[in-house]
């Protein structure tokens, strides 16, 4: 059984090494950023208004992500393990996964802040997959994984990100210590090229059991 949470700032990578151990252990990658961007709620305005938030960089209330990370959790393709990537992002978040499930390891991923502007300032995501990718390891101007027509995502504006940062110190930051205190903390060095931090990060799943 693998139950890992990937942590870490955002642009530190989370979504590229979340593909990788998806494929490697064949367990489902869960994105949280990708789902709210990807699906819209039953109710039209409460989706207009959750858009809003992530599109000025702030998090979406505790109860509907709960909410929301418990129904996709509940799916029968978690059931060997699964791979969460943006949540939990508050302590709110990681007690209610706590009371929830149980987690086997936490992976965070440590990039120093310059390089993340730069990852940001160069991330395209594909309109048609999700998957995200750099300029700089771009061929064409396609998705290198289904072909779909790239674009970038509103939230990756300079003002927005300044903000994501701002939550993340605030909120999210806090959890390193929470996990740390629980033993299941494991910190990768997310500055190499991604397939460096690709093989540390493998080599950690494969110790969390
Ligand atoms: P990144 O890790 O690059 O910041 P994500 O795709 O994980 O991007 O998240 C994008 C946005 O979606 C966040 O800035 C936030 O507005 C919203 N979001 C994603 N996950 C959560 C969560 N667990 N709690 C609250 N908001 C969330
Ligand atoms: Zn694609």
Same mark, same amino acid.
């Given at each position: ?9 955002? !642009? ?9 151990? /998806? ?24 989706? @207009? ?5 992530? #599109? ?5 209330? =505790?109860?509907?992500? &709960?909410?929301?990370?418990?129904? $996709?959790?509940?799916?029968?393709? /978690?059931? &060997? !393990? ?16 706590? *009371?929830?499930? %149980? ?13 993340? #502007?730069?990852?940001?300032? %160069?991330?395209?995501? /594909?309109? &048609? ?7 700089? $390891? ?6 290198? #994984? /289904?072909? %779909?027509?790239?674009?970038? $995502? @509103? ?8 903000? $994501? ?5 605030? *909120? ?10 629980? !033993?299941?903390?494991? @910190?990768? =060095?997310? *500055?190499?090229?991604?397939? =460096?931090?690709? *093989? ?10």
């Amino acid at each position: 059984m693998r139950r890992i949470v990937l942590l870490g700032p955002p !642009g530190s990578g989370k979504g590229t090494q979340a593909v990788k151990i /998806c494929e490697e252990f064949g367990i489902p990658h869960i994105s949280t950023g990708q789902m709210l961007r990807e699906s819209s709620l039953d109710d039209p305005e409460l989706d @207009r208004e959750m858009k809003a938030i992530v #599109a000025r960089g702030e998090l979406v209330p =505790d109860d509907l992500m &709960n909410e929301l990370v418990k129904e $996709r959790l509940n799916e029968d393709d /978690c059931a &060997n !393990g699964f791979i969460l990537d943006g949540y939990p992002r508050t302590m709110e978040q990681a007690a209610f996964l706590d *009371s929830e499930v %149980g987690i086997d390891g936490v992976l965070l991923l440590d990039v120093p802040l310059e390089l993340i #502007a730069e990852r940001l300032g %160069g991330r395209r995501v /594909c309109l &048609n997959c999700g998957a995200s990718h750099h300029v700089s $390891r771009l061929k064409s101007g396609e998705c290198p #994984a /289904c072909g %779909g027509e790239l674009g970038t $995502r @509103r939230d990756d504006a300079p003002e927005t990100v300044r903000r $994501r940062f701002q939550v993340y110190e605030l *909120s999210t930051r806090p959890l390193i210590e929470r996990y740390a205190k629980q !033993g299941k903390l494991m @910190r990768v =060095d997310g *500055s190499g090229s991604f397939e =460096d931090v690709t *093989s540390d990060v493998l080599a950690c799943v494969r110790s969390a059991v």
